[in-house]
């Protein structure tokens, strides 16, 4: 797994409160810059800096997984590298039924069984600033559609190279991308610091519509903050539905973080809403 200038991507992870979060990194940010013996190689630590990813590792597994599985549900294009390699016309249809229901069963592989059919597949997965490719071997896709055990790795052998459109975003100020495409909004987790933030408007919503006299000061006293903070906090109680329903899925928009929601300048209209937040 590299980036687009070919800088290996390491397997890494990071501890926030309790939680652990995996990330796919571009290795020269782990390993740091390197002294520079001359001109030309201190501007090709520049570049390949510039163009450094810190991936999370789920958004990434979810869209290589989908493109797999997609693979070997299309009939076609699965019906176009069996054809000439198959035995006679019934292995051929066989392989193709295979293949279609291999697709169908992924999703309830465990963890282990996943990677062991991952490291078989795949050969090389490049991302890009917008997208990802993924390089499959063609003799370990006849293999496994055989049932047959794992024979030796022939990387020089036939390739197929896959691709997916994903947009690198930057989050917040932080040194971070994230891919945006639809295996990866579809694998999504919620987003804790945005349901927390959800859960607090909704909070402070509730004690301003239990219309007991309070003013705006006296409840944000009570609440342990400031005045400033509760009224820019409970606007968030009035978010159009649709894009509640969203956040409590994990289907906002990637770029949407729990400090940008807290800051946005929110409209009253839930169209106006939408399209503020980045909302489709």
């Given at each position: 797994m590299?980036?687009?200038?070919?800088?290996?991507?390491?397997?890494?992870?990071a501890n926030k409160k309790g939680r652990r979060y995996r990330y796919y990194v571009s290795h020269d940010l782990i390993a740091g810059r390197k002294n520079a013996t001359n001109d030309d190689a201190d501007s090709r630590?520049?570049?390949?800096?510039?163009?450094?990813?810190?991936?999370?590792?789920?958004?990434?597994?979810?869209?290589?997984?989908?493109?797999?599985?997609?693979?070997?549900?299309?009939?076609?294009?699965?019906?176009?590298?069996?054809?000439?390699?198959?035995?006679?016309?019934e292995e051929r249809r066989r392989l193709v039924a295979r293949a279609n229901e291999m697709a169908r069963l992924w999703p309830d592989l465990s963890s282990v069984e996943k990677i062991t059919g991952l490291q078989r597949l795949v050969q090389e997965i490049v991302v890009t600033s917008n997208a990802v490719y993924i390089t499959i071997r063609v003799d370990a896709i006849l293999a496994m559609l055989r049932g047959e055990a794992d024979s030796q790795r022939d990387d020089d052998g036939e390739t197929l190279t896959l691709s997916v459109p994903a947009t690198l975003k930057r989050v917040g100020m932080e040194m971070r991308h994230l891919i945006d495409a639809p295996e990866a909004r579809q694998n999504r987790k919620p987003d804790h610091s945005l349901l927390r933030l959800l859960a607090r408007a909704q909070k402070f919503r509730d004690l301003i519509l239990q219309g007991d006299g309070a003013s705006i000061t006296e409840l944000a006293a009570a609440s342990a903050v400031t005045p400033s903070y509760f009224t820019r906090i409970v606007r968030l109680g009035f978010l159009a539905p649709e894009i509640t329903a969203a956040i409590l899925d994990g289907r906002q928009p990637i770029e949407l973080s729990a400090l940008k929601l807290s800051l946005a300048s929110l409209p009253k209209e839930w169209s106006e809403q939408r399209?503020?937040?980045g909302f489709r």
């Open positions: 590299r980036d687009e200038d070919g800088i290996p991507l390491t397997p890494t992870h630590v520049v570049r390949r800096r510039s163009t450094a990813r810190r991936i999370p590792a789920t958004d990434l597994e979810a869209i290589v997984e989908g493109r797999i599985t997609d693979l070997f549900a299309d009939a076609s294009t699965i019906d176009t590298i069996v054809a000439p390699r198959a035995r006679d016309v399209r503020e937040l």
